[in-house]
């Protein structure tokens, strides 16, 4: 393959990045002086020199912003954040979801506030490790597909930060893994852009619960219940670049027969899940935080050899999407969500 120069300024604009392998050079900000560490040829990156132990100003969260908005996933280690500043931090992103649905559902949740998701595997009853048969364990085990947060309800979800507490010994797992939506739809052939433009899929939490344990939800039909009606091709408001929307949760396309709508969404999920579009990030000590849009990526837990025998206390904040898409077509002001017991 030809060698290609590539020149990387501290600017919000993005540049295709064509060649496999390389991996920019960090540079820092122009207003914060805040470095930048790329961690993927085309997205992922970890953000250094923020002060956290101070409140972010609007000057510094758009600086931010503008990162989070070029590179879809950013990493930031050593927080230090307690509940109370990440809930914070995470309202100049927009409007917070809550867990109140799971509560009415009949979930008990442990943590002190509602707009903090409890993402770990702790027994809220107990505060020991949940067992492997818990129903909080079998339902998160969907999490390992690969997936947007919440495109299941009404109002999808725009950013997550999640953000460390307590991890379990290092080489036990739990690293977390990001694909590039962006990307893979630029990629994507001519053909199969032109046929899925306009086409509608049709996401359901139970849908991707059932595909991971059928047994379990078998008497669950994810078309009995709620449905929620995004295109698969969309324009990232932020970026201005298309993006292929999918997820585990799709359980259907509109106007295509069953047998063509299953082939599709498995020719989708398979290209944009391949080795290039993908990055790793670990977690290295509590008060790490990972911050992402899923309307430019998607991400999967990856489990391992911790669940069952070790606490990993992760808390996430879920920011209601405020891009002209929310609402997908499930009409403007849909706010039905989804809660899991």
């Known amino acids: 393959m030809p060698t290609e120069t590539i020149t990387v300024t501290p600017t919000p604009t993005w540049v295709p990045l064509k060649i496999e392998g390389l991996v920019p050079a960090p540079y820092r900000t122009p207003k914060f002086n805040l470095r930048v560490v790329p961690l993927h040829p085309t997205f992922a990156c970890e953000l250094q020199g923020v002060d956290w132990s101070k409140d972010v100003s609007p000057e510094l969260y758009q600086e931010i912003r503008e990162i989070v908005d070029k590179y879809g996933v950013v990493v930031c280690r050593k927080t230090g954040l307690t509940d109370e500043a990440h809930i914070k931090f995470s309202a100049n992103f927009g409007d917070l979801d809550d867990v109140k649905p799971y509560q009415k559902a009949g979930r008990t949740h442990r943590l002190a506030y509602p707009e903090l998701f409890d993402a770990g595997n702790i027994d809220p009853n107990t505060g020991d490790v949940a067992p492997l048969t818990a129903a909080q364990v079998i339902g998160n085990k969907a999490n390992e597909l690969f997936h947007v947060d919440s495109s299941f309800n009404g109002r999808r979800a725009g950013h997550s930060l999640l953000l460390a507490h307590v991890l379990p010994p290092p080489g036990t797992g739990g690293s977390t893994e990001y694909a590039d939506s962006r990307t893979a ?41 709620p449905l929620s009606k995004h295109k698969l091709s969309q324009t990232h408001e932020w970026s201005g670049r298309k993006n292929l929307y999918i997820a585990s949760y799709v359980h259907s396309i509109e106007g295509l027969d069953d047998a063509a709508s299953k082939a599709l969404i498995a020719e989708l999920l398979a290209h944009v899940q391949q080795p290039r579009y993908r990055v790793t990030i670990d977690w290295h000590q509590p008060g790490d935080m990972i911050m992402w849009d899923n309307t430019s990526v998607m991400h999967r837990a990856t489990g391992g050899s911790y669940e069952g025998q070790h606490r990993r206390d992760m808390r996430r904040t879920t920011v209601k999407d405020m891009s002209r898409d929310k609402y997908g077509l499930n009409g403007d002001g849909a706010d039905w969500r989804v809660g899991l017991p």
């Not at 509608?200 to 059932?210: D, E, I, P």
């Open 185 to 225: 739809y630029d990629e994507l052939p001519d053909a199969t852009k032109k046929q899925i433009e306009g086409l509608v899929a049709n996401h359901s939490l139970f849908h991707s619960r059932k595909t991971v344990m059928p047994e379990y939800f078998k008497d669950t039909d994810p078309s009995k219940l």
